[in-house]
């Protein structure tokens, strides 16, 4: 008898919720009813809300059950489950989930469908076909293929990431690194996480392809230490990659180098900064470095060094393989490709949406994330992590590309939305986000360092004494316009966002009327 395929997901949200249970129930019930399987640990599709989501292959295709616990399992046994029977918990057809379907999946062609640590199911899917074509051409070519895709940084910045690789090769070094930042630290972001653990070797091959285009034969990915089965996940992928000639001394026969390394995080914000990250790497304190010199020309231990983002590494095999017009021929302006959006907060259907650049809030909170949880109306969306403004409804219909949120004071950032109802205290939030900035800085510049901690103390003031409102408004919006100007980093450069953005679309919340306040985030 050829056993059925089972899928149960080894992703990290759907081990929150019992998939390792689910995964020996279904074994179990099978070798007690002596019905062969084999079971397949996945990544997740992103359908959070639904996990633990087992699926079964049947000959018209894997079909989806939804939110499964180890008690379902012997009903999904007596439904039918090994032959995609009905069951309440049934979703249907898995790629023809709604919330599934109608994803443009790019960088996550693959995450949730193939089993993350088997070569062979990379390679079947698409996979090592970028790295294959990179051996063939010149490193120029590589780098020019990257840029004419518009690929831009994922993590936050948006820069180009053809124009940082460009710099990195031009510059003369005895030595140059690959970095990857997979120190995924902003409030509702999981994307790194969940590409890291369900399809380490694109991110692998990534990495690989940047070293080829720059002249570099080290990398290191810097993982945060709260992630520790994507370090595992990707130990064991580096491992097996390394075995198969895909790094080390020899890519391939090529005779081209390539090695690659973990090193894991101590939990500090800051060091999902580029430098502050590289200070950590060298064994420092996470500390902001000023630039110039930017990385490019003194990375690492003082040579030039590519420091990109887990999403934006894996996407380069893509580039690579389907060319770059490909990739340019999603998004819209000067926003390419595709961005994985992550809904977190107060939505009743939280997970992973990716998206060609166009898409609106709006569609994302609705059409995707199905509205609040509660029940109640949706007022505020962060986009972007804890230093990205909050929105109101009226900014919901603007298209989702970097340079239209920029326009409104805003951010895409590395897409994470964190939504809030009706309940929400804004003055609250503002205060939180400017609390965090205090707690997370690293104490290098004065406006980051005593800025946030001034700025939480005047949010106090606005909330304890009415009478003085306006004059402590007038203090906040003096301090945000220092910190805006004058901080080293992201970091105390964006933590008036969500406060400016507070103020600006909802006074009510700060005790004023509105038109009072403005926002001075230019």
Same mark, same amino acid.
């Not at 998939?19 to 397949?40: C, M, Q």
């Not at 990544?43 to 989806?64: C, D």
């Given at each position: 008898m050829t056993p059925v395929t089972v899928y149960v997901p080894r992703d990290a949200? @759907?081990? #929150?919720?019992? &998939?390792?249970?689910?995964?020996? &129930?279904?074994?179990?019930?099978?070798? #007690?009813?002596?019905?062969?399987?084999?079971?397949?640990?996945?990544?997740?599709?992103?359908?959070?809300?639904?996990?633990?989501?087992?699926?079964? @292959?049947?000959?018209?295709?894997?079909?989806?059950?939804?939110?499964?616990?180890?008690?379902?399992?012997?009903?999904?046994?007596?439904?039918?489950?090994?032959?995609?029977?009905?069951?309440?918990?049934?979703?249907?057809?898995?790629?023809?989930?709604?919330?599934?379907?109608?994803?443009e999946r790019l960088t996550f062609a693959r995450v949730g469908v193939t089993d993350p640590l088997s070569l062979e199911d990379y390679a079947a899917h698409g996979g090592w076909q970028g790295l294959k074509? #990179?051996?063939?051409?010149?490193?120029?070519?590589?780098?020019?293929?990257?840029?004419?895709?518009?690929?831009?940084?994922?993590?936050?910045?948006?820069?180009?990431?053809?124009?940082?690789?460009?710099?990195?090769?031009?510059?003369?070094?005895?030595?140059?690194?690959?970095?990857?930042?997979?120190?995924?630290?902003?409030?509702?972001?999981?994307?790194?996480?969940?590409?890291?653990?369900?399809?380490?070797?694109?991110?692998?091959?990534?990495?690989?392809?940047?070293?080829? #285009?720059?002249?570099?034969?080290?990398?290191?990915?810097?993982?945060?230490?709260?992630?520790?089965?994507?370090?595992?996940?990707l130990n064991q992928a580096i491992e097996r990659a390394t075995s198969a000639g895909w790094l080390g001394n020899d890519l391939q026969g090529s005779g081209r180098r390539f090695h690659l390394e973990i090193r894991k995080g101590a939990g500090a914000y800051i060091c999902g900064e580029e430098t502050s990250l590289l200070d950590s790497l060298e064994g420092k304190r996470g500390m902001v470095r000023p630039k110039p010199p930017l990385p490019a020309i003194e990375g690492l231990f003082g040579q030039p060094t590519v420091v990109n983002n887990v999403l934006s590494l894996g996407t380069v095999p893509l580039v690579l393989a389907k060319g770059a017009a490909y990739y340019r021929d999603f998004g819209v302006g000067r926003s390419h490709g595709t961005q994985p959006f992550q809904l977190a907060g107060n939505l009743k259907h939280g997970g992973l949406v990716e998206k060609a650049f166009g898409v609106t809030l709006r569609e994302l909170l609705y059409d995707y994330g199905g509205g609040s949880a509660s029940g109640r109306p949706l007022r505020a969306v962060q986009v972007g992590g804890p230093l990205g403004a909050y929105l109101p409804e009226s900014q919901w219909d603007i298209p989702l590309d970097y340079e239209a949120y920029a326009a409104a004071s805003a951010m895409v950032g590395h897409g994470g939305l964190v939504a809030f109802d009706d309940t929400v205290n804004m003055l609250r939030m503002a205060r939180y986000a400017m609390e965090f900035c205090a707690i997370e800085s690293c104490g290098k510049c004065t406006p980051c360092r005593i800025g946030s901690v001034r700025g939480v103390e005047t949010l106090d003031r606005i909330a304890a004494d009415p009478g003085k409102r306006e004059q402590q408004v007038e203090l906040l919006r003096d301090l945000c316009d220092t910190m805006l100007g004058g901080s080293l980093c992201a970091l105390g450069g964006m933590a008036p966002y969500p406060v400016l953005s507070a103020l600006q679309h909802f006074p009510e919340d700060f005790g004023l009327a509105a038109g009072r306040v403005g926002v001075a985030a230019d």
């Open positions: 949200a @759907a081990l #929150a919720v019992g &998939a390792d249970s689910v995964a020996k &129930a279904v074994l179990a019930e099978a070798a #007690a009813r002596g019905t062969p399987v084999k079971l397949v640990r996945n990544g997740s599709r992103g359908l959070l809300w639904l996990e633990t989501l087992l699926e079964v @292959a049947t000959p018209e295709g894997r079909v989806a059950y939804g939110p499964v616990t180890s008690e379902d399992v012997a009903g999904l046994f007596d439904a039918g489950l090994l032959q995609g029977g009905d069951h309440p918990l049934s979703q249907g057809l898995t790629e023809e989930i709604p919330y599934l379907k109608n994803q074509r #990179a051996l063939q051409i010149a490193p120029e070519q590589i780098v020019e293929e990257v840029t004419q895709s518009g690929l831009r940084g994922r993590g936050g910045a948006a820069f180009p990431t053809g124009i940082k690789w460009k710099t990195v090769l031009h510059a003369s070094a005895p030595q140059k690194y690959i970095v990857c930042n997979a120190d995924e630290g902003d409030s509702g972001t999981f994307a790194d996480r969940m590409l890291m653990e369900g399809d380490p070797y694109c991110l692998i091959e990534g990495m690989v392809i940047a070293g080829l #285009a720059v002249g570099a034969d080290q990398g290191y990915i810097y993982v945060r230490s709260e992630y520790p089965q994507a370090i595992d996940v």
